[in-house]
């Protein structure tokens, strides 16, 4: 590969501006300086080094959603040998990993990234992001019920922040909730749900911030789309 062609793709200068740092004896291959503009590097064995400093191709980022099925395990490796989120991932060379997580028995909405800046400030306590998960629970929370999950409610001896909750529907036995919630604490809305006596059956997060599931299939995945990006890096 062309010097000036590897230099724009470690993200150095264009290629034109990668010819004027040649020129000007700032680039180094393999210790020496190259005034050559034909020169021809091997990126695998040759080292480029600009004023000094070595350079490195960029990696691309990715920012890939999942809808997670149930009994999938949200981590890079699971020592029982299940089926973990990676797995699902196929067809993409980058090492992505989950941005926080979901229970195994848990569905829905996970954000897979290589972008390690982005994923610690989504995980981030203080950017309070709400995320909104539908819950299947036994029996109806009554108003009292509701207002405690609502106003914050004590869980491993901690109130949890205000959160935002709905009843969608009662079938008698179950009724359906809509909870947003703005923390990320180890199994919270199951333990909220616990705490006023009536547990969570089913469990789906249908959005983080402004990412939605929309009609993304169990099990399938895709990538961000620009306006997403956009939203969840202005948070
Ligand atoms: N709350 C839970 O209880 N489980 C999850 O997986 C996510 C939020």
Redesign the pocket.
């Known amino acids: 590969m062309r010097l000036q062609k590897y230099m724009a793709l470690c993200g150095v200068a264009s290629r034109r501006a990668s010819e004027e740092l040649i020129k000007n004896g700032q680039v180094q291959v393999n210790g020496k300086v190259v005034l050559e503009m034909g020169t021809v590097i091997d990126p695998d064995k040759d080292r480029v080094s600009v004023d000094g400093k070595t350079v490195k191709p960029e990696k691309r980022k990715v920012y890939i959603m999942l809808n997670k099925p149930v009994g999938i395990v949200t981590s890079l490796k699971d020592e029982k040998g299940r089926t973990v989120v990676t797995d699902l991932i196929e067809g993409v060379d980058e090492r992505i990993y989950p941005v926080g ?3 195994s028995d ?1 569905s829905g909405l996970l954000l897979l990234t290589n972008d390690g800046e982005l994923a610690f400030k989504l995980t981030h306590p203080s950017k309070r992001i709400f ?1 909104k ?1 539908i819950a299947i629970v036994e029996g109806l929370p009554n108003k009292g019920e509701l207002e405690r999950l609502r106003n914050g409610i004590k869980i491993d001896g901690r109130v949890t922040s205000k959160a935002k909750v709905k009843v969608l529907k009662n079938f008698g036995e179950d009724s359906i909730l809509e909870i947003e919630i703005f923390e990320g604490r180890n ?5 909220m749900c616990e705490a006023v006596n009536h547990p ?1 059956k089913k ?1 789906k ?1 249908v959005a983080f911030g402004e990412l939605q599931l929309g009609g993304l299939e169990s099990g399938n995945w895709r990538y961000l789309n620009d306006e997403e990006l956009a939203s969840i890096r202005s948070l």
């Open positions: 997580r979901l229970d848990t995320k998960y199994r919270q809305v199951k333990k969570v469990l997060r």
